[in-house]
């Protein structure tokens, strides 16, 4: 008799532990249901009082809670065309005498050479190209030469290459040297990159001494 006591009183003692488990289970369960509903992951809720939207909390995970970076677009885009740079064949000195008919070098005043030519590209606005065109030598004074400056005639053309085509552009620019009598070579440098040609033609630029005035 006295055992069956006991065996009921331990059988009840077993079943109010495991209501109490039970009961702690769920209200732990709805504890963490309802700081899920009032925490940072709500669906979409927003408070004046800052709380973050699904929205904002979404573009923190794309950007790490960086501000979007401006790119420029043309970083992207395609390499423009830039045209090639060529010497006009025949036109990289020039030897000026005082006596044009007579080329005896102890008449040589001076004698001009083009050493280097280069261009670079960029884009003007949606439809052309701004090029910079740079072409550089040197000017040796010859026995001649009693000092003072020269002006060298540099012609710079944009042409298409297609004959009967008129250039797109061509100037001839005086270089202004300042030589003395008897002096070592001096360096001249030309650079302009005021040439806005149209974008989608084919081209080539041309350099080199004109001096068909001196003819």
């Given amino acids: 008799m006295r055992s069956g006591v006991v065996a009921l009183l331990k059988r009840r003692a077993v079943e109010t532990c495991i209501a109490a488990l039970a009961i702690g289970l769920l209200s732990g ?61 025949g036109t990289h000195l020039i030897q000026v005498y005082n006596k044009r008919n007579d080329p005896n070098p102890t008449n040589l005043q001076y004698q001009a050479a083009v050493d280097e030519w280069a261009r670079s590209c960029r884009r003007e606005g949606v439809d052309q190209t701004r090029i910079k065109i740079g072409v550089s030598g040197n000017v040796t004074p010859g026995p001649a030469w009693p000092g003072g400056e020269v002006k060298l005639p540099l012609r710079v ?43 989608d033609r084919v081209m080539k630029i041309v350099v080199g001494f004109d001096d068909q005035k001196r003819r």
Avoid: H, K
Avoid at 56 to 70: C, E, F, K, L, N
Avoid at 165 to 188: K, L, Y
């Fill in 157 to 199: 053309a944009i042409v298409t290459g297609e004959p009967g085509d008129e250039p797109i552009s061509s100037q001839i620019v005086s270089i202004p040297v300042n030589i003395g009598a008897g002096a070592a070579a001096q360096p001249w440098t030309f650079i302009d990159e005021n040439f806005v040609v149209p974008r």
């Fill in 29 to 89: 369960c709805m504890s963490s249901s309802d700081e899920m509903a009032a925490g940072g992951g709500s669906a979409g809720v927003s408070s004046a009082g800052g709380a973050t939207s699904s929205q904002s909390w979404a573009q923190r995970i794309v950007t790490g809670g960086r501000t979007p970076i401006d790119v420029d677009p043309d970083a992207f885009a395609a390499d423009i065309y830039c045209p090639r740079i060529e010497l006009l064949p």
